[in-house]
C-alpha cells in the first residue's frame, strides 16, 4: 500500500554493532559481518554488511540499509563469521517488527539478545529500526528519545533456528571435507556433522583424527606409486631381453605380443629354454616311428607334421604355428611359435593360442 507521497511500507536498519559474541575461531580472531532478510523462504533475500576483519566478540559495522514491507512480522538478524570455505554461525535471532513499528516515531535504537546455534543466548547486537509509511504506526513522540539504545525484543523462530543448523552443517562438512581432501567427506559426513554440531571439543578430534587419515592415505599412495613404477621398469627390461631374444629363434614365424596379463621370459632364456628345447625339438624332427616321434609330428620322409591332440606341456615345450594341444578340457590350435611356461597356459594366452 502507498501512501500519499507513493512510497510503500519501509523497514530501515542501521547495523552498529554486536558484544559479548561467542568466539567460533580455533585460532586467532573471527572476522564477523551481519546479515537480515525479512523472508526465510528466499535465501537471496539477505543483505549483509562488510567484514569486520579481527572484529572478535565485540565487531562495529555502522552500515544502513532498507527494506520494503509487504506484512512481514519479523526481521530475521545472523551473525557470521567469514571463512575461506563455509562461514560460520556465530549467532542469530527473530526480532518483532510490531515492537518497531508502535514506538515513538516508529524509530527503535534497541539492544537484541541473539543465540548461538545450541539454542543459547550469546551476545547483544544494537540496531537502529524505523519502520515507514506503515498503517497503524506510532509516529508522535512523548518527551524525548532515549539517550541511548533501549532493551528490544527478540527470539528464536523454530524455522529460522532449522535454517541456522543447516548452515552450520554446512560449515562442518567443509571444514572435514578440506581435512580428508575429500574422501573421508563422501564416506562419514552424516554421522560426523551430528556429531561435531553440539560439541566443538569434538570438532577439534575431529580435524586431527581426519588429518592423520589423509597422512596415512598420502603415504600408501606414494607407496603404491613407487611399486608400480618399479613394475613398469621390469615390465620394460624384460620386454628388450624378449626382443633380443627373438633373434635366436629360427622357428618363430611374425612377431610376438606377449598375452595378456602374461609375463615376458626371465633373463637366461637364450642360453637355458631356448637352446636346450630347440635341440630337443631338432630331435624330435629326425625320429624314425617311435611313439615319441609320432606324437611330435614327423613323417618317414622327415617332412614336420603339426602336433595332434596332445595334453599341452607348460614347462619349456616348443610349439610351432599350427600346432594343436588340449587344455582343461578343450581343443586350441598354435598361432605363434614359441616355448612355452606355466603362466602362458592357452586359455589366457590369446596371442598364442586360439580355441579349435
Known amino acids: 500500500m502507498l501512501n500519499q507521497s507513493g512510497q510503500g511500507p519501509t523497514l530501515v536498519i542501521v547495523a552498529h554493532g554486536a558484544q559479548n559474541l561467542q568466539d567460533v575461531e580455533t585460532f586467532g580472531k573471527q572476522d564477523p559481518y551481519f546479515q537480515f532478510s525479512v523472508d526465510l523462504n528466499n535465501p537471496k533475500s539477505f543483505q549483509r554488511t562488510a567484514v569486520h576483519k579481527d572484529g572478535g566478540k565485540a565487531p562495529t559495522w555502522n552500515q544502513s540499509f532498507s527494506v520494503p514491507l509487504s506484512g512481514e512480522p519479523e526481521l530475521f538478524v545472523e551473525i557470521m563469521d567469514d571463512e575461506t570455505t563455509a562461514d560460520a554461525v556465530i549467532a542469530f535471532a527473530a526480532i518483532p517488527i510490531n515492537q518497531v513499528v508502535h514506538a515513538p516515531g516508529g524509530t527503535m535504537n534497541g539492544v537484541f539478545d541473539v543465540f548461538s546455534p545450541n539454542g543459547k543466548q550469546q551476545g547483544e547486537v544494537n540496531l537502529t529500526l524505523t519502520a515507514q509509511n506503515v498503517p497503524g504506526q506510532n509516529t508522535a513522540f512523548s518527551g524525548a528519545p532515549p539517550s541511548g539504545p533501549v532493551k528490544g525484543t ?7 533456528h532449522k535454517r541456522v543448523n543447516s548452515l552450520k552443517n554446512k560449515e562442518v562438512a567443509a571444514d572435514v571435507g578440506t581435512a ?7 564416506v562419514g559426513t552424516g554421522l560426523l556433522v551430528n556429531k561435531l554440531v553440539n560439541d566443538h571439543s569434538k570438532e577439534e578430534k575431529a580435524h586431527k583424527d581426519a588429518e592423520l587419515k589423509a597422512q596415512q592415505e598420502r603415504q600408501q599412495f606414494e607407496s603404491e606409486k613407487k611399486r608400480l613404477e618399479e613394475e613398469q621398469a621390469r615390465f620394460h627390461q624384460q620386454q628388450q631381453q624378449f626382443q633380443h631374444q627373438q633373434q635366436f629363434q629360427p622357428h618363430q614365424q611374425g612377431g610376438f605380443a606377449p598375452p595378456p596379463g602374461g609375463h615376458l621370459p626371465q633373463a637366461g632364456y637364450a642360453e ?5 628345447h630347440k635341440d630337443d625339438h631338432h630331435k624330435k624332427k629326425k625320429g624314425h616311428g617311435s611313439g615319441s616321434d ?7 620322409d622327415g617332412s614336420h607334421k603339426k602336433k595332434k591332440g596332445k595334453k599341452w606341456d607348460s614347462h619349456g615345450q616348443w610349439y610351432s604355428p599350427g600346432d594343436k594341444v588340449k587344455y582343461d578340457g578343450r581343443k586350441y590350435i598354435c598361432l605363434q611359435g614359441h616355448n612355452t611356461q606355466p603362466d602362458w597356459a592357452p586359455s589366457v594366452a590369446h596371442s598364442l593360442w586360439r580355441a579349435d
Open 154 to 160: 527478540s527470539h528464536i523462530s523454530e524455522l529460522h
Open 180 to 186: 580428508v581432501m575429500g574422501t573421508l567427506l563422501a
Open 272 to 276: 637355458h629354454g631356448h637352446s636346450g
Open 294 to 300: 609320432s606324437d611330435s609330428g614327423s613323417d618317414s
